[in-house]
Every structure is written in structure tokens, then in C-alpha cells.
């Protein structure tokens, strides 16, 4: 019973991360024209997949953090957890910041300069897909302990979040108010509230 119940769950978490990805490119379609949208996609596209590449330091480790834990292992969760954290933030920074002051180069030599996003635009980008990383980290953890209902509420949270943010922001500011919704989105329904309730999940993760 409780398998088919987190195996409903976690299908329902996956379906709501595939929402948040999806949302905004819906949005800028209503909004502003389906023609705005490659304004958009591209650059986000770009960070996305440098994104993806960053996870494959901590996705291989949600069996083994399942692993660890049936074996009553925490020393070597809590140890796994932060070297992959302080890997993980590392490149995070290193790689989007170069991606940050490359992409505009980047977009222009792949699809033309009609796509090259604004500065702006490109630092939210930066900026956002550091607390991505790091998010990422804490939620690969949370799901190989067995949190899984509490991922799935996460995820569903930041998905009504980023509609209603980036349906106003987009309003206010346009295109940038994209950029500007999910980052504040998920400034406010994840990044503060991943490391909250891995404390209150498993405190020993933060006893040195």
C-alpha cells in the first residue's frame, strides 16, 4: 500500500516539475504572443542544459542515500550530502557565471541576434539557476531518505506560485517579469524552505 501510494505521489511531483517547466512558455504565449516566446526558451534552454549536466553529480545518489539509510548510515549521508553541496555550489557558480557572460555570445553564433537576451534577463538567469543546483541537492536528498510526499508538496507549491508570479511580474515588466516570477517563485517556496524542512526531517544532517 504505501508503494502504490509513493509511487503515486512521486508521479505526481514529476508531473508538477514538468508544469513549472512548461508554465512559462504558456504564459508568455497568452501574454505577450507565441511569437515572443523563442525570446524566451532559447536563453533558458541554454541555462537549462548546463543545469542538467551540473545534476549528474547528485542524481546517482538518491539510491544510495535510500541505501544508507536503510543501513542506519548517517555519517555518511550527512558526509556524502555536504561534499556534494560544496561541489555542487562551486559549479554552479563557476559554470553560470561563464554562461553569464558568454550566452549572449553563445545565442548570437547558434540562432542569430534576434535572440540574445536582455543583461537583465541574463543575470536573473544566472542567479536563479545557482539556487536551482543547490535546491536540487537538498530534494535528491529528501527523496532518498523516503520524504516523498514532502517533495511532491513542494514541487505542486512552487508550481501555483510560478503562475501567479509570473502572470503578474509579465503584466508589470513584460518579458522580464518572466525571468523575474520564477525566480521569486521558487526564492520563496523552495530555497529557504528545502534546508528548513531537511532540518526538521533529519536534524542529525546538521550535527558536525
Known amino acids: 500500500m504505501d508503494i502504490g501510494i509513493n509511487g503515486l505521489t512521486f508521479f505526481v511531483g514529476t508531473w508538477g516539475e514538468l508544469l513549472v517547466l512548461q508554465t512559462p512558455n504558456i ?14 526558451a532559447i536563453p533558458f534552454q541554454l541555462y537549462m542544459s548546463a543545469y542538467v549536466l551540473l545534476n549528474s553529480i547528485a542524481t546517482p545518489l538518491w539510491p544510495a542515500y535510500a541505501e544508507a539509510r536503510a543501513n542506519d548510515d548517517f555519517a555518511w549521508i550527512r558526509r556524502t550530502h555536504w561534499r556534494v553541496m560544496k561541489e555542487s555550489l562551486f559549479l554552479a557558480f563557476l559554470g553560470f557565471l561563464i554562461l553569464g ?3 549572449a555570445w553563445l545565442i548570437r553564433f547558434w ?16 542567479i536563479q539557476f545557482i539556487q536551482w543546483t543547490v535546491n ?7 527523496t532518498g531518505l523516503g520524504f516523498i510526499r514532502e517533495r511532491t508538496g513542494i514541487v505542486l507549491v512552487f508550481g501555483l506560485f510560478n503562475i501567479l508570479f509570473i502572470v503578474v511580474f509579465t503584466n ?37
Open 111 to 126: 540562432v542569430g541576434p534576434e535572440y540574445v537576451p536582455p543583461i537583465f534577463m541574463s543575470l536573473i538567469f544566472t
Open 136 to 142: 536540487y541537492v537538498f530534494v535528491i536528498l529528501l
Open 101 to 103: 557572460l558568454t550566452g
Open 27 to 40: 504564459i508568455i504565449a497568452q501574454l505577450l504572443g507565441a511569437a515572443t516566446v523563442p525570446l524566451f
Open 172 to 208: 508589470i515588466f513584460g518579458l522580464i517579469g518572466v525571468a523575474l516570477g520564477l525566480f521569486f517563485a521558487m526564492f520563496l517556496t523552495q530555497t529557504w524552505f528545502l534546508p528548513w524542512i531537511t532540518f526538521k526531517k533529519a536534524k542529525w544532517l546538521f550535527e558536525m
